[in-house]
Structure formats: structure tokens, C-alpha cells
């Protein structure tokens, strides 16, 4: 049975571009939740849904935003890169809300 | 003061020895209590989940949790240099696993 699967695997932007990742989760879940890892740190958490509709939002400005389709994958987009967004950008899928979380590979994003 | 204190080490041990891997914590709200790990350029992989207070035992992999002490151990024996990676704590509230806070990761090495 396949895990949670991310796109790109690895992206290079500039400055003030745009990106949209994706994530498909594991058949038969239904929340996806994105995180953020800096090198060197620990994952940080950017939004949970569940059921198309956002549940939980960490502390990121508006330039970040996501959405959740009717067969549970999702996209995260980020607006007017930063230097700083260069990260790992996980996509955990979990059954339900209150269940345990499991990863995808992640998608590296470098911005120049 | 971050919410969930965690030494990034390196750490670097005998093959065959015994790991002891450790988080502190400072929101009480943490009923869930996790350890996942994360090989180079992947996603955390989950290896233990505990709720509140107690041991778990996963074949080598031994989970403690005090909360009273707010203070979590991941124990490895018969270490393996399989199991050099970076190992992540990571937390929940009692509302549920919406949200995980992570440690910073503790960056384990095992000497063939």
C-alpha cells in the first residue's frame, strides 16, 4: 500500500516567485497537515485539514495558504518567496483528526 | 523558551551499546508523546506513540514518559548502525494529534 506521496521532489525559485506543492495521502485518509523544516530544526507546523476545510494554522503570515480536494490530496502555495522559506516541506496524512500522523518524503524547496 | 527542549547532539555510540535519547517539555497540555525517525533527505518515520504517563516497549525501542517531570526517553538497545539517523520528539495536546510540536532532533551516529 503506497505512503504519503509529495511533488516536486526538490524546486529552485527566486525571490518574490510563487510555488505550489502537492500531496496525496495514504488511501483512506482523510487530513493532511503541512509542516516546515529548516535545516537543522525540527519540523514546524503550517495547517491541518480534514474534510476540505482548514482546522489548524501555525504561526505563518497570509503568503501561505492551502486547500484540501475531494479525494483528501492537497496543495500548499506559497506567495512572494523569501529567502528564508528554503526548507523541507512535509505533508503528514493522518485517518481522522485525532490520529496518528504519518509522513511523506517532503518536497525541498531552495530559494535564491 | 521553546516548548519542547531537545539536544541536537551529534551523538555517536558503539555498535551494540545502549541509546538514551531525551526531550523536556514546558505546556502541560501534552498528552501524546512521540518519537519518529528521520534519515538524511527523508520524512520522519513514526517509532513510538504514547499516551500520558508509562513505559512502551517495541522490540529494542523502549518509550518513557514522565509528566510530572515533563520529561519524555527514547531507550535503543543492541544499537545497530542501522540506526544512525536523527531522531525527532514530538508532542500533542490533549485536544488531540492536530498539531505536533517537535523537537529540534538529536543526530545519532553508530560506530560499526
Known amino acids: 500500500d503506497a505512503g504519503v506521496t509529495q511533488s516536486p521532489t526538490h524546486l529552485i525559485k527566486t525571490r518574490g516567485q510563487h510555488v505550489t506543492l502537492r500531496c496525496s495521502p495514504i488511501?483512506?485518509?482523510?487530513?493532511v497537515s503541512w509542516y516546515q523544516q529548516v535545516l537543522g530544526q525540527g519540523p514546524q507546523f503550517i495547517f491541518q485539514y480534514y474534510e476540505k476545510e482548514e482546522r489548524g494554522r501555525g504561526n505563518f503570515p497570509d503568503r501561505f495558504s492551502a486547500r484540501q480536494f475531494p479525494n483528501y490530496s492537497s496543495e500548499l502555495n506559497v506567495n512572494a518567496l523569501l529567502l528564508g522559506d528554503s526548507a523541507l516541506y512535509l505533508c503528514a496524512s493522518s485517518a481522522d483528526r485525532a490520529e496518528t500522523q504519518y509522513f511523506g518524503p517532503g518536497t525541498r524547496l531552495l530559494v535564491l | 523558551q521553546k516548548e519542547v527542549e531537545q539536544d541536537p547532539g551529534p551523538l555517536s555510540v558503539p555498535e551494540g551499546a545502549i541509546v538514551s535519547l531525551n526531550c523536556t517539555y514546558s505546556n502541560s497540555a501534552f498528552q501524546y508523546f512521540m518519537w519518529y525517525r528521520q534519515y538524511s533527505r527523508k520524512g520522519p518515520e513514526l517509532l513510538m506513540y504514547?499516551?500520558?504517563?508509562g513505559n512502551k516497549e517495541d522490540g529494542r525501542f523502549t518509550a518513557q514518559v514522565d509528566k510530572s517531570s515533563k520529561y519524555i526517553s527514547l531507550f535503543i538497545r543492541d544499537s545497530q548502525p542501522s540506526d544512525s539517523a536523527t531522531y525527532l520528539c514530538?508532542?500533542?495536546?490533549?485536544?488531540?494529534?492536530?498539531?505536533?510540536?517537535f523537537g529540534t532532533g538529536t543526530r545519532l551516529t553508530i560506530i560499526p
Open positions: 514530538a508532542m500533542a495536546s490533549n485536544f488531540g494529534n492536530e498539531k505536533l510540536t
Open positions: 504514547t499516551y500520558s504517563s
Open positions: 488511501s483512506g485518509h482523510k487530513s
